[in-house]
């Protein structure tokens, strides 16, 4: 009788320590769709102030901008491109430059200052510096940069659209320790398609 009331009190004990390890699983875990809405404000803040940005800017400061030639629209994307996970509109006044320069020089002067850029992400990670959040893109991110090609194929996919989530994956690049050469490959050709993109669609948009 002892024993089998002793077993009972375990497993009573048992059951409840799981309960509670239940209910605090679900009270830490949140609901998948909350875990996007971050990422969502933020590509949705981005797209607001480039677009604002392309109406806001006058046109003369494009043209004084020019003066510098292409190593302004270098400095210009390095810049805004070194900023980790705060979105700067950029694109507008890339777009407006495309207007008065030669939209192949812009193209490739932008997409090696915003790689450059990103490099500032990549090595932060590299120096352990910045400690990313454990969600479903973090994991997924991390699994992929331990296979060098697949690596080269997800770097260069999240670096051609304007989304928040390169972030994440420039530092947990240089976290995994992928080779610099490799990720800066990736987000360069990545990051020639974007600024293609927009550059011809300014140079499009006013005739040129």
Same mark, same amino acid.
């Given at each position: 009788?002892?024993?089998?009331?002793?077993?009972?009190?375990?497993?009573?004990?048992?059951?409840?320590?799981?309960?509670?390890?239940?209910?605090?699983?679900?009270?830490?875990?949140?609901?998948?769709?909350?875990?996007?809405?971050?990422?969502?404000?933020?590509?949705?803040?981005?797209?607001?102030?480039?677009?604002?940005?392309?109406?806001?800017?006058?046109?003369?400061?494009?043209?004084?901008?020019?003066?510098?030639?292409?190593?302004?629209?270098?400095?210009?994307?390095?810049?805004?491109?070194?900023?980790?996970?705060?979105?700067?509109?950029?694109?507008?006044?890339?777009?407006?430059?495309?207007?008065?320069? =030669? *939209?192949? !020089?812009?193209?490739?002067?932008?997409?090696?200052?915003?790689?450059?850029?990103?490099?500032? %992400?990549? #090595?932060? $990670?590299?120096?352990?510096?910045?400690?990313?959040?454990?969600?479903?893109?973090?994991?997924?991110?991390?699994?992929?940069?331990?296979?060098?090609?697949?690596?080269?194929?997800?770097?260069?996919?999240?670096?051609?659209?304007?989304?928040?989530?390169? =972030? *994440?994956? !420039?530092?947990?690049?240089?976290?995994?320790?992928?080779?610099?050469?490799?990720?800066?490959? %990736?987000? #360069?050709? $990545?990051?020639?398609?974007?600024?293609?993109?927009?550059?011809?669609?300014?140079?499009?948009?006013?005739?040129?």
């Amino acid at each position: 009788m002892g024993g089998a009331a002793g077993t009972q009190v375990t497993r009573t004990c048992y059951n409840a320590t799981m309960q509670d390890t239940d209910i605090s699983a679900s009270t830490n875990q949140s609901p998948r769709w909350q875990q996007w809405v971050r990422p969502t404000l933020i590509a949705a803040v981005a797209i607001l102030l480039n677009v604002l940005a392309y109406y806001l800017i006058p046109p003369n400061f494009a043209h004084r901008l020019g003066a510098f030639g292409y190593l302004g629209v270098f400095i210009i994307t390095f810049v805004a491109n070194a900023t980790v996970v705060v979105p700067v509109p950029y694109i507008g006044l890339i777009v407006r430059m495309a207007q008065i320069m =030669d *939209v192949g !020089g812009v193209v490739l002067a932008g997409a090696l200052g915003s790689a450059m850029g990103e490099s500032v %992400a990549f #090595f932060v $990670g590299r120096a352990g510096r910045e400690t990313m959040n454990d969600t479903p893109l973090y994991r997924w991110v991390q699994r992929q940069m331990k296979h060098p090609w697949r690596a080269f194929a997800v770097l260069f996919m999240l670096a051609a659209p304007p989304n928040p989530a390169f =972030d *994440v994956a !420039g530092l947990t690049a240089g976290a995994m320790g992928l080779p610099f050469w490799l990720f800066f490959c %990736a987000v #360069f050709l $990545g990051r020639v398609i974007r600024i293609a993109i927009f550059a011809m669609g300014g140079a499009w948009f006013t005739g040129g």
